[in-house]
């Protein structure tokens, strides 16, 4: 066994991804589905973010095609389907695999509209809204295309195509020992300084504008014991969270946030001091783009729907100040 082997069946709590059938024919019920261009008749599926995925580089397919064709594998925990995502954090990684390990392509996924308008679901049935932090922000709405992609033209962020469109795929196959997810507890805090509680944080919505140096100044230096920065999520879903708040509650607002480009070089850092990567989640599509107009700032945009650009950073916009708030103000 080498060395690679090992440490996949370690993180697997000791068992390796199954081995799928990918060749020429490959039967689904009574059915048999005939695939073309396989070179292989199997492969093992990879551990991608906890999950045994197999990502189909060459051969394309319809969106029910391909679904089939996962449906026709599977773990010991049941029958596989198109590849779902259901957590921010699992996206995101599996974006990143795909950039480093596939060719520059389009994945089908499983969601589809399979009735109405804008119903996007997963495969499983859970609903799946459009927007942060899984789509692209000018997709999703496109009429006659109700089957989604990962694409690699916005980052592997999601797009919507005609389900009838081959294409690459990715397939995911059910391990019997699944963890499971433990609710999350969100604490209920007392929010100072006219503060709201969104998610598990108190965060202060400013009425004014400020410049991006002066907004984070403002948050440093108010609030007393409260004082904070300005808003640097720090993690995926206190991004999504934040983005779904603005999309109803501030929807006509941009909004600056603690992200900035240090050097000028293209190095993006939260001002509480974790990098901020390319990509998904909190980048809207192409940005930040804008770095030889000296734009080192970033700005929760609304009209690309709450994803950050970059902004120059003496342009006063409003701004969110993510509040420190301790244990004792927590009821
Ligand atoms: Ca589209
Ligand atoms: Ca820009």
């Not at 974006?95 to 390990?101: I, Q, S, V």
């Not at 005609?162 to 805090?189: D, F, G, M």
């Not at 934040?242 to 001002?271: K, N, P, T």
């Not at 902004?311 to 993510?322: A, D, F, L, T, V």
Request: charged share 20%; net charge negative.
């Amino acid at each position: 066994m080498s060395d690679a082997d090992t440490s996949t069946r370690q993180w697997m709590n000791g068992r390796a991804c199954p081995t799928v059938a990918v060749g020429w024919q490959v039967r689904y019920d009574k059915d048999v589905l005939e695939l073309t261009g396989g070179s292989q008749t199997a492969t093992r599926c990879q551990e991608v973010a906890g999950g045994c995925y197999y990502i189909e580089k060459e051969r394309t397919l319809s969106w029910t095609e391909a679904r089939k064709h996962c449906q026709a594998m599977s773990g010991d925990g049941g029958p596989g389907d198109l590849a779902m995502f259901p957590s921010c954090d699992a996206f995101n990684l599996f974006t990143g695999h795909l950039g480093f390990n596939a060719p520059v392509s389009t994945f089908w996924i499983g969601a589809h509209i399979e009735f109405g308008i804008n119903n996007w679901r997963w495969v499983s049935g859970l609903p799946l809204a459009t927007g942060v932090p899984f789509w692209a922000y000018r997709q999703g709405h496109d009429s006659n295309q109700n089957c989604a992609a990962m694409d690699n033209t916005t980052f592997y962020q999601l797009s919507d195509f005609p389900c009838e469109e081959p294409k690459n795929y990715v397939c995911q196959v059910p391990l019997a020992s699944k963890r499971h997810a433990t609710k999350e507890k969100v604490p209920k805090l007392i929010c100072p300084h006219n503060s709201i509680q969104v998610g598990s944080y108190c965060y202060w919505f400013s009425d004014t504008t400020k410049s991006w140096f002066e907004a984070e100044d403002f948050c440093r230096n108010n609030f007393n014991k409260n004082a904070g920065e300005l808003f640097s999520p720090s993690t995926c879903d206190e991004f999504t969270k934040m983005a779904h708040h603005l999309e109803v509650a501030e929807r006509d607002r941009d909004h600056w946030v603690g992200a900035s480009d240090v050097s000028g070089y293209q190095e993006w850092f939260w001002v509480s001091g974790y990098p901020v990567p390319e990509g998904t989640p909190f980048w809207a599509t192409s940005e930040p783009d804008d770095h030889f107009s000296s734009n080192y700032c970033g700005l929760m945009s609304q009209d690309k729907r709450f994803y950050m650009e970059d902004e120059s950073c003496s342009r006063n916009h409003y701004y969110i100040c993510k509040l420190h708030v301790t244990e004792a103000s927590e009821v």
